[in-house]
Nanobody, 125 residues
Framework: QLQLVESGGGLVQPGGSLRLSCSAS????????IGWFRQAPGKEREGVSC????????YYVDSVKGRFTISRDNAKKTVYLQMNSLKPEDTAVYYC??????????????????WGKGTLVTVST
């Protein structure tokens, strides 16, 4: 059974940090592009960051560049999203998703093959 499980969300003050983890099971992570996506209330789901299968090519949406870092440990079957200098507008449910591909082509929700259930990140005083 192909499964992705997110963890690490929570409540944080503006300017704070969180690290999200996406744990994979039921498949070999090495052959998959992984992405982090988010959806705020009343908004469409957007691609935050994606990483290719080997971890040497990444994408970030402009609004998080310089603040978020995506990384992966294929041996641990885990992908991370380090989020620093968080802003209230980062508040959303964060999802990880996988696409059976070695190359990072796009970072769009419709390109992904399966999803985790999400973890809520709230940035507020």
């Amino acid at each position: 059974q192909l499964q992705l499980v997110e963890s690490g969300g929570g409540l944080v003050q503006p300017g704070g940090s969180l690290r999200l983890s996406c744990s994979a099971s039921g498949f070999t992570l090495d052959y998959y592009v992984i992405g982090w996506f988010r959806q705020a209330p009343g908004k469409e789901r957007e691609g935050v960051s994606c990483i290719n299968s080997s971890g040497d090519n990444t994408y970030y949406v402009d609004s998080v560049k310089g603040r978020f870092t995506i990384s992966r440990d294929n041996a641990k079957k885990t992908v991370y999203l380090q989020m620093n200098s968080l802003k209230p507008e980062d508040t959303a449910v964060y999802y990880c998703a996988a696409r059976n591909d070695l190359l990072l082509r796009q970072c769009r929700p419709n390109d992904m093959h399966f999803w985790g259930k999400g973890t809520l990140v709230t940035v507020s005083t």
